[in-house]
């Protein structure tokens, strides 16, 4: 999958995360795969390089039933967000 992002919030860095979708159903993992939008609010801490340091961020629903963690594997950031991210399918995936 693909992602763009953009948001309005309070907070200030720069990090690189990994990103693990959970879906509830396979009708949602299927609503997800050729919809793909989400519009959410979030916050999260990060102080981290490579296994030195932390991070935290709570799950983010994507929509119902449709749950997004990150895994932060390098970064500082401490900021709290409203956005909306479009996922699209890769041409590898179509």
């Known amino acids: 999958m693909r992602m763009a992002s953009g948001g309005l919030g309070i907070g200030l860095g720069v990090k690189d995360f990994r990103g693990i979708f959970v879906f509830d159903s396979v009708d949602k993992y299927d609503w997800f795969a050729n919809k793909g939008w989400d519009a959410s609010g979030q916050a999260d801490a990060a102080a981290k390089a490579s296994d030195k340091g932390a991070a935290w961020a709570g799950a983010v629903d994507v929509a119902p039933g ?5 895994i932060t594997e390098n970064g500082l950031a401490l900021q709290a967000t409203i956005q909306g991210t479009k996922y699209w399918k890769a041409d590898s995936l179509k």
């Open 66 to 70: 449709i749950h997004l963690y990150q």
